[in-house]
């Protein structure tokens, strides 16, 4: 496996084979972005995986400087799940220059849930992915399931710009507790590691309540708030949503997901859980 930090380093090593399978990531890994990795080699391309943490999709007062860089440790899980080519820019070789030309999602779809409590954040996704393809031109890029808004706003870029490029979806893979692995777990106390499985817990409740009474949406998404406002959360909303568009849906049978996003201490947690 290769370490390169150039774009044009990059290029060189991919201009000769087959359009690559692309995983980007921001680093400090779990066995959510390995997952996606080993589901990448699967497809018989050459497999590159990014790591670089975007300032652009970060608030002022969100996490930023203090992300974990792991790069070390980062490339020796890579290599262990069959990564060729790990591509991992400083900003400077990102944003020579500040970046001026942005790419925003549709307000229907990047200004609601994540993106009201997050202004701006999808505008920074998107315009690091797509520069990330530029840079990368993959074939197939592979991104998990657990960022499910994400997904659904590149699935929407990708189409809308007519990208040759496949986007798949990855499971969310979760601890044997139910938690869903996220580079951001790293920040819970032993105690709010032990209180983290609320949340799937109430994600499920709310699936249940829905599929026996669909009449009853807002009355189970508001029990759940409840409850973890109750054990000490702060949640921002638990909405079960359309999958394809995540606007609320009220047809009978139609595909749902239930997404939350809630801070427990310090730490901000998503989750979702389809149904």
Not at 69 to 89: K, N, Y
Not at 119 to 148: E, H, N, R, S, W
Not at 153 to 166: H, K, Q, S, W
Not at 191 to 198: I, K, L, P, V
């Amino acid at each position: 496996m290769h370490v390169v930090h150039h774009i044009t380093e990059l290029r060189q090593a991919l201009e000769a084979g087959p359009r690559p399978a692309f995983v980007p990531t921001m680093g400090n890994l779990h066995e959510g972005h390995l997952a996606l990795v080993r589901e990448a080699k699967a497809s018989d391309r050459p497999v590159v995986a990014s790591i670089f943490v975007n300032r652009l999709q970060f608030a002022p007062h969100e996490d930023f400087d203090r992300y974990p860089r792991t790069l070390p440790r980062d490339s020796e899980l890579l290599a262990g799940a069959g990564c060729d080519i790990v591509f991992a820019p400083d900003e400077a070789e990102m944003y020579p220059t500040p970046q001026a030309y942005k790419v925003a999602p549709p307000a229907a779809l990047g200004d609601i849930l994540e993106g009201h409590f997050r202004p701006g954040f999808f505008t920074g996704v998107c315009t690091v992915v797509m520069k990330l393809f530029q840079i990368v031109q993959p074939g197939l890029a592979l991104f998990g399931k657990k960022d499910y808004q994400q997904l659904r706003v590149i699935e929407g870029m990708v189409r809308d710009f007519a990208l040759p490029i496949t986007i798949a979806g990855g499971e969310t893979v979760r601890a044997e507790d139910g938690l869903a692995l996220s580079s951001r777990n790293g920040y819970l106390g032993a105690g709010e590691r032990a209180e983290s499985t609320a949340l799937i817990t109430q994600l499920r409740a709310v699936a249940d309540a829905v599929r026996a009474d669909p009449g009853r949406t807002e009355a189970a998404e508001q029990a759940a708030m409840h409850a973890l406002r109750a054990r000490g959360w702060a949640p921002d909303y638990i909405a079960v949503r359309g999958r394809t568009d995540l606007l609320p849906t009220a047809s009978a049978g139609a595909p749902r997901v239930v997404l939350a996003a809630a801070r427990l201490g310090n730490t901000r947690l998503i989750d979702n859980l389809e149904f």
